[in-house]
C-alpha cells in the first residue's frame, strides 16, 4: 500500500496516476476535496482509500506493516499565504510528525520541498544536504521558509544519528507545469494562467520586470513538466538505495517571453503580449532566476531525459487545456 497525502492536489494527483500506470498499488489518498472541483483530480483513480486528514495517523497505525511508503505532497503552498502558524503547523510540524512514524514502522518516506528555499537564487541552486549548506540559503517568502525549515530539521536528525525512516528522499519542486491545477488559482502555472486569454484571441499578460538589468520576459525559471517529477517518484521508489535531499526540475531555465510564445505556439495563435507590474506585495520576493542543479539525482542514477518546454507545454495545452476534460 502507497499513502499519498495531498494526493488529490496537482502534483500528488499526477504521482497517483503514474503510480497507477506503473502498476503500482493499493494507492490511498488523504486529501481534503471541500466543495470545489478538486474530486476530478483523482476523478480515474482506481483508489484503496480515500481518507479525511484528520484520520491520517489513526489510519497509518491501524494499517501498520502494510504501508509500502508514505509519500507526502500535503502542504500549504501558497506563496502569499500569510498565517504563520498554519503553515508552520502544515508545512513542517506534520511532516516532523510523519518522518517520526515512518522511522518507528519502518516505512520509506518521500516528501515534497521546493526551490522556494533558495530565495533570490543569490546563493546558487546546489542541493548540498548538510547543515552548512542549508544554513546559507535565504528563502524569501512565509511558504519558502516553512520548507526550509523541515529541511533543516530534517538534515539535523540525521546527521545526529537519530532515528530515521529505512529510506527517505526530499524533492526540491522548481516550477511545475501540467494538468490537474484547475483548482489552484492564482497559484496556477504561467501555461494555466494565459491560454484562456490566448485561446480566445486576447494579448498574453506577463509581468513586468522591476530589476534594471533584466528585460521585461526576461525573468528566467526552470520549468519542468508534472510528468517528469512523478516519474522521478515512480523511478524513487523502484530504486530503495537512494536517499538524500535532491533538486526537481528540467536543469535549463527558460524566460517567461518563451513560455507565453510555446504557449501560443501549441494554441496556433500569433504573439501579443503585453506586460503588467507585479503586485507590490511579492514584488520584493520575485525570484529573477531559477535553475536547478540536477548533479545529485543524476549521479544518484536517474538517466531519463527531462520533457523540453516546447512539448510539454504542447503537451498540456492540447491534450488537456483544449479537451473536454482536461485532467489526469
Known amino acids: 500500500m502507497l499513502v499519498i497525502t495531498g494526493g488529490a492536489g496537482f502534483i500528488g494527483s499526477n504521482i497517483a496516476a503514474a503510480l497507477e500506470e506503473a502498476g503500482r498499488g493499493p494507492i490511498v489518498i488523504c486529501d481534503r476535496l471541500r466543495q470545489g472541483e478538486k474530486w476530478r483530480n483523482i476523478a480515474k483513480r482506481a483508489l484503496g482509500d ?44 506534520l511532516p516532523a510528525r510523519l518522518w517520526r512514524w515512518c522511522a518507528r514502522s519502518g516505512v520509506p518516506f518521500i516528501y515534497a520541498s521546493s526551490a522556494a528555499t533558495y530565495g533570490g537564487g543569490d546563493r546558487g541552486f546546489d542541493d548540498d544536504p548538510t547543515t552548512e549548506a ?71 499578460r506577463l509581468f513586468a520586470s522591476h530589476n534594471p538589468r533584466i528585460a521585461d520576459g526576461d525573468q528566467r525559471r526552470d520549468f519542468v513538466w508534472v510528468g517528469d517529477c512523478a516519474d522521478v517518484v515512480v523511478w524513487l521508489l523502484g530504486h530503495p538505495e537512494v536517499s538524500g535531499l535532491f533538486n526537481c526540475g528540467s536543469g535549463r531555465a527558460r524566460s517567461f517571453l ?71
Not at 486528514?53 to 506563496?79: K, Q, R, W
Open 50 to 93: 480515500l481518507i479525511d486528514p484528520e484520520n491520517l495517523f489513526d489510519f497509518l497505525d491501524a494499517h501498520e506493516g502494510t504501508i509500502a511508503a508514505i509519500i507526502h505532497m500535503g502542504a500549504v503552498t501558497s506563496t502569499t499565504e500569510a498565517d504563520a502558524d498554519r503553515v508552520v503547523a502544515t508545512n513542517f510540524r
Open 134 to 204: 542549508l544554513a546559507r540559503l535565504r528563502p524569501l517568502n512565509l511558504y519558502g521558509w516553512s520548507k526550509h525549515l523541515f529541511d533543516r530539521w530534517l538534515i539535523g536528525e540525521v546527521e545526529a544519528g537519530r532515528p530515521a525512516p529505512p529510506r527517505w528522499v526530499g524533492l526540491k519542486f522548481f516550477n511545475v507545469y501540467g494538468p490537474n491545477e484547475a483548482h489552484k488559482g492564482a497559484q496556477k502555472s504561467v501555461v494555466a494562467g494565459l491560454y484562456p486569454r490566448i485561446a480566445a484571441g486576447e494579448p498574453a
Open 258 to 328: 518563451e513560455f507565453a510564445h510555446a504557449v501560443f505556439a501549441a494554441t496556433g495563435r500569433t504573439p501579443v503580449i503585453e506586460f503588467v507590474q507585479t503586485p507590490e506585495q511579492i514584488r520584493d520576493k520575485h525570484q529573477y532566476f531559477t535553475e536547478a542543479r540536477m548533479d545529485r539525482l543524476r549521479a544518484a542514477g536517474y538517466d531519463r531525459t527531462f520533457t523540453s518546454l516546447e512539448d510539454g507545454v504542447a503537451t498540456y495545452v492540447q491534450c488537456y487545456l483544449a479537451a473536454p476534460d482536461p485532467c489526469r
